[in-house]
C-alpha cells in the first residue's frame, strides 16, 4: 500500500465503506510517534483505539528481523544497539518503551476509549481474546472468525544481495520447486543475534515492564524482561 501522507488520501482508503457502522484500519507506528493521538482526534473524533503490546525484546527482534528480510537494513543487530546515539538506531529500543507512548494517547482519548490488548495471549488463546474485544466494541460475539490462517509469518532469513535476490525471485515461479528453493537458500541467510544482545534488552526492559504492568493493571511477567 502506498504511503499516505494526506487526510484526503486516508478517507479515500474506506470509500467503500461509507454506509458501515464499523469502519477499521492498523498501523504499527502510530503509538510510538508523537503527535500522532492529537492528529487521529483531530481527522478521526469519536474514535476509539485498539493497542496490542508484545514483549519489547520479541518485538525489537522481529522489526530488525523485519527490515533486514527488506533490504532496509545491512548492518548486526548489535551494531544497531552500539550506535543507539542515533535516532534511526534508537527506535528497534525505544518503541518497545510502552508507557510513555500509552500515557499520550490516553491524555487525548481516555482510558475508556482504548483497549489494551496483549499479543502473547492474544497468540495463545485468540478465540478468547477476540471475544473480549468484541464485548468491549459492542459487537456481536456470534461473528463467525477463523483463525487457522497466518498471515506475515516471517522468517529467519534475509538476502545476501537485495538486487539479486529480486531477480531470482522473479523467475523462481518458472523454475522447479527444488531449484527455486535451492536457489533462495544460496541467496540468503540466517539472521542472527547474539545471547548477549538479548540479555542486554532483558535488563534495559525490565523497570519498563514493571512500570508498564502497574500502569494497567496486568501481569507481565511471562515477557522476557
Known amino acids: 500500500m502506498p504511503h499516505i501522507s494526506t487526510r484526503e488520501g486516508?478517507?479515500?482508503?474506506?470509500?467503500?465503506?461509507?454506509?458501515?457502522?464499523?469502519?477499521?484500519?492498523?498501523?504499527?507506528?502510530?503509538l510510538y510517534y508523537p503527535g500522532t493521538a492529537e492528529r487521529i482526534n483531530h481527522d478521526c473524533p469519536g474514535s476509539r483505539l485498539v493497542?496490542?503490546?508484545?514483549?519489547?525484546?520479541?518485538?525489537?527482534?522481529?522489526?530488525?528481523?523485519?527490515?533486514?528480510?527488506l533490504g532496509h537494513e545491512t548492518?548486526?543487530?548489535?551494531?544497531?544497539?552500539?550506535e543507539m546515539h542515533n535516532s534511526a538506531n534508537l527506535k528497534y529500543i525505544s518503541q518497545g518503551l510502552y508507557s510513555q507512548q500509552l500515557q499520550r494517547f490516553w491524555n487525548v482519548f481516555g482510558c475508556n476509549n482504548i483497549y489494551i490488548l496483549i499479543f502473547e495471549e492474544f497468540v495463545a488463546d485468540?478465540?478468547?481474546?477476540?471475544?473480549?474485544?468484541?464485548?468491549?466494541?459492542?459487537?456481536?460475539?456470534?461473528v463467525s472468525l477463523g483463525f487457522e490462517n497466518k498471515f506475515n509469518v516471517g522468517g529467519n532469513r534475509a538476502p545476501i544481495n537485495q538486487r539479486l535476490y529480486r531477480f531470482a525471485k522473479i523467475f523462481s515461479p518458472f523454475s522447479h520447486r527444488y531449484l527455486s528453493g535451492l536457489g533462495v537458500r544460496l541467496l540468503t541467510r540466517n539472521i542472527t543475534i547474539s545471547q548477549k544482545s538479548i540479555d542486554w534488552m532483558v535488563d534495559y526492559y525490565t523497570k519498563e515492564r514493571r512500570r508498564l504492568a502497574d500502569i494497567i493493571g496486568h501481569e507481565l511477567s511471562f515477557w522476557r524482561s
Open 51 to 69: 493497542v496490542i503490546l508484545r514483549d519489547p525484546v520479541e518485538r525489537a527482534i522481529s522489526d530488525y528481523k523485519l527490515q533486514r528480510r
Open 126 to 142: 485468540p478465540a478468547t481474546e477476540t471475544t473480549k474485544l468484541l464485548s468491549w466494541l459492542g459487537i456481536e460475539d456470534q
Open 75 to 82: 548492518r548486526s543487530f548489535e551494531q544497531t544497539i552500539s
Open 10 to 30: 486516508y478517507q479515500a482508503l474506506f470509500v467503500d465503506a461509507a454506509e458501515q457502522r464499523y469502519r477499521i484500519e492498523v498501523s504499527a507506528s502510530y
